[in-house]
């Protein structure tokens, strides 16, 4: 038996199923903010529901578990690629996600074979210590983990597995909390992916804002000439939430709904769970995260010297300091005429030499200062770069979506970036806004506003204020 596991920001889910027949299903409600955009703020709290909800059901977790997570701090690219050995791949995705780490050494990273006529894979990445917080928190409940999965390797596999999904262009929806990522398939393949946050007092206001985001999609559809939208799924939202999207929809040709595809056998779970049956098709195909953190910790252990070379270079040196070593202590042993000495010392060469060493000790003292005052630039500094171009990568995921950055401008006193940019889609700034308002080292952000028409390109500027000391 295997059991799949989600946890939202809201309850936590189980599907138990054998093969692609659904056994049971579960959800245990979390407590508010034991987990925000796929990341566990608070451990105890959702220790304490997965044991708890163990306990109520007896030999839940005794079968093959794998977990899905979805959330911004974990990143995914398409990556155009040729064939390449497993080891070569998980160097370019390395290499494709190094500015968004502060050392390699945090950059648990897999991958997702596409098909073959796109040439190309699914890179995704996380960081190391909040993948061994999932595993933390499963392994203290008592239960082991199997795999670990993404959101956008899980809804890329499934459209991939299901026909019906794999002509067309289909929107597809993932709502936790108040977030939202959405990704646009044309024929089966992925061309655009965001992230964005929800905003509204109440139920009705959350999917009124959803529905506005459909109008943000139509327009990048018609501006990329993909054509139009037939179908936006829904994953997350309750029978009557979707109910609720499909009596509002004002756009008569997309058919919105949920996008778990099942055939009957076994029990049906409610949409809200839908996302969590992805892992039925995820087994034993992906390289999830467990097996990433497994392949980081043979790239640290690569990367340190072999005890057996050390013990070579011990030795060499022995040898090669052993002449010096004699002929120091028959030095010693030697009694030397003072003239000799002073002769010696007064020398022209060994005062070029004394020269020479002074000027080394000179730049040795530069080179110290310059690294003493990198290590004084503060963290939120080092995260300017992250803020700019790094994020700007992760909100376009499909290769004809262009934003090009023709201004920059950092006020290092008022600690304010200025940036102006061209795009070619009027939502581009509004998923940029999304993508950046998070992070921790920014402090607010002022919209100064764009301009353009359809069709046109459109430029927009934005001052993004920072947060010194690079927490909320």
Same mark, same amino acid.
């Given at each position: 038996?295997?059991?799949?596991?989600?946890?939202?920001?809201?309850?936590?889910?189980?599907?138990?199923?054998?093969?692609?027949?659904?056994?049971?299903?579960?959800?245990?409600?979390?407590?508010?903010?034991?987990?925000? /955009?796929?990341?566990?703020?608070?451990?105890?709290?959702?220790?304490?529901?997965?044991?708890?909800?163990?306990?109520?059901?007896?030999?839940?977790?005794?079968?093959?578990?794998?977990?899905?997570?979805?959330?911004?701090?974990?990143?995914?690219?398409?990556?155009?690629?040729?064939?390449?050995?497993?080891?070569?791949?998980?160097?370019?995705?390395?290499?494709?996600?190094?500015?968004?780490?502060?050392?390699?050494?945090?950059?648990?990273?897999?991958?997702?074979?596409?098909?073959?006529?796109? /040439?190309?894979?699914?890179?995704?990445?996380?960081?190391?210590?909040?993948?061994?917080?999932?595993?933390?928190?499963?392994?203290?409940?008592?239960?082991?983990?199997?795999?670990?999965?993404? *959101?956008?390797?899980?809804?890329?596999?499934?459209?991939?597995?299901?026909?019906?999904?794999?002509?067309?262009?289909?929107?597809? /929806?993932?709502?936790?909390?108040?977030?939202?990522?959405?990704?646009?398939?044309?024929?089966?393949?992925?061309?655009?992916?965001?992230?964005?946050?929800?905003? *509204?007092?109440?139920?009705?206001?959350?999917?009124?804002?959803?529905?506005? /985001?459909?109008?943000?999609?139509?327009?990048?559809?018609?501006?990329?000439?993909?054509?139009?939208?037939?179908?936006?799924?829904?994953?997350?939202?309750?029978?009557?939430?979707?109910?609720?999207?499909?009596?509002?929809?004002?756009?008569?040709?997309?058919?919105?709904?949920?996008?778990?595809?099942?055939?009957?056998?076994?029990?049906?779970?409610?949409?809200?769970?839908?996302?969590?049956?992805?892992?039925?098709?995820?087994?034993?195909?992906?390289?999830?995260?467990?097996?990433?953190?497994?392949?980081?910790?043979?790239?640290?252990?690569?990367?340190?010297?072999?005890?057996?070379?050390?013990?070579?270079?011990?030795?060499?040196?022995?040898?090669?300091?052993?002449?010096?070593?004699?002929?120091?202590?028959?030095?010693?042993?030697?009694?030397?005429?003072?003239?000799?000495?002073?002769?010696?010392?007064?020398?022209?060469?060994?005062?070029?030499?004394?020269?020479?060493?002074?000027?080394?000790?000179?730049?040795?003292?530069?080179?110290?200062?310059?690294?003493?005052?990198?290590?004084?630039?503060?963290?939120?500094?080092?995260?300017?770069?992250?803020?700019?171009?790094?994020?700007?990568?992760?909100?376009?995921?499909?290769?004809?979506?262009?934003?090009?950055?023709?201004?920059?401008?950092?006020?290092?006193?008022?600690?304010?970036?200025?940036?102006?940019?061209?795009?070619?889609?009027?939502?581009?700034?509004?998923?940029?806004?999304?993508?950046?308002?998070?992070?921790?080292?920014?402090?607010?952000?002022?919209?100064?506003?764009?301009?353009?028409?359809?069709?046109?390109?459109?430029?927009?500027?934005?001052?993004?204020?920072?947060?010194?000391?690079?927490?909320?």
């Amino acid at each position: 038996m295997k059991v799949s596991v989600y946890i939202s920001a809201e309850q936590i889910q189980a599907i138990e199923y054998d093969g692609k027949v659904i056994k049971r299903f579960l959800f245990y409600p979390l407590p508010e903010g034991a987990m925000y /955009n796929g990341t566990i703020i608070d451990h105890a709290l959702v220790l304490e529901s997965l044991i708890e909800m163990d306990q109520m059901n007896p030999g839940l977790f005794k079968g093959e578990v794998s977990l899905i997570v979805d959330g911004s701090s974990l990143l995914s690219r398409k990556i155009a690629s040729p064939k390449l050995s497993k080891k070569r791949y998980l160097n370019l995705v390395r290499d494709e996600f190094a500015d968004s780490f502060e050392t390699p050494d945090e950059i648990v990273c897999g991958y997702r074979l596409l098909p073959e006529a796109e /040439n190309s894979i699914l890179g995704f990445a996380a960081n190391k210590a909040q993948v061994e917080s999932y595993v933390s928190v499963f392994n203290e409940a008592g239960i082991r983990l199997h795999a670990i999965h993404i *959101g956008t390797e899980a809804v890329l596999d499934f459209v991939n597995s299901i026909p019906e999904l794999s002509t067309g262009i289909k929107a597809f /929806n993932i709502i936790d909390g108040m977030t939202m990522l959405t990704m646009i398939f044309v024929d089966g393949s992925s061309v655009f992916m965001s992230r964005s946050r929800l905003f *509204g007092d109440n139920r009705e206001q959350k999917l009124d804002n959803i529905l506005s /985001n459909l109008n943000g999609l139509m327009q990048f559809t018609q501006s990329q000439k993909l054509g139009q939208i037939t179908d936006s799924y829904y994953l997350g939202l309750t029978g009557i939430d979707i109910g609720y999207l499909e009596e509002h929809n004002v756009y008569e040709e997309i058919h919105i709904t949920s996008c778990f595809i099942y055939d009957g056998r076994g029990d049906t779970p409610p949409p809200e769970m839908h996302f969590c049956c992805f892992n039925m098709l995820l087994d034993n195909k992906a390289f999830d995260l467990i097996t990433a953190l497994k392949e980081l910790d043979k790239y640290i252990k690569s990367k340190k010297p072999k005890k057996t070379w050390l013990i070579v270079l011990i030795l060499l040196f022995l040898v090669l300091a052993a002449p010096s070593v004699l002929l120091f202590l028959q030095v010693m042993a030697v009694e030397k005429d003072v003239a000799e000495l002073d002769a010696f010392v007064n020398a022209p060469e060994v005062e070029q030499r004394l020269t020479e060493i002074n000027v080394m000790k000179d730049e040795t003292a530069k080179l110290a200062m310059i690294a003493m005052k990198a290590d004084e630039m503060t963290e939120w500094k080092k995260a300017i770069p992250l803020i700019t171009g790094n994020m700007l990568d992760a909100v376009i995921f499909h290769h004809n979506v262009d934003i090009f950055v023709t201004d920059f401008n950092f006020d290092e006193k008022d600690e304010v970036i200025r940036i102006t940019a061209t795009c070619t889609s009027s939502t581009a700034p509004n998923d940029y806004i999304n993508a950046i308002v998070t992070n921790a080292f920014v402090r607010d952000i002022n919209y100064l506003g764009f301009s353009g028409n359809d069709g046109e390109v459109f430029t927009f500027s934005v001052d993004i204020f920072l947060n010194t000391g690079g927490q909320r």
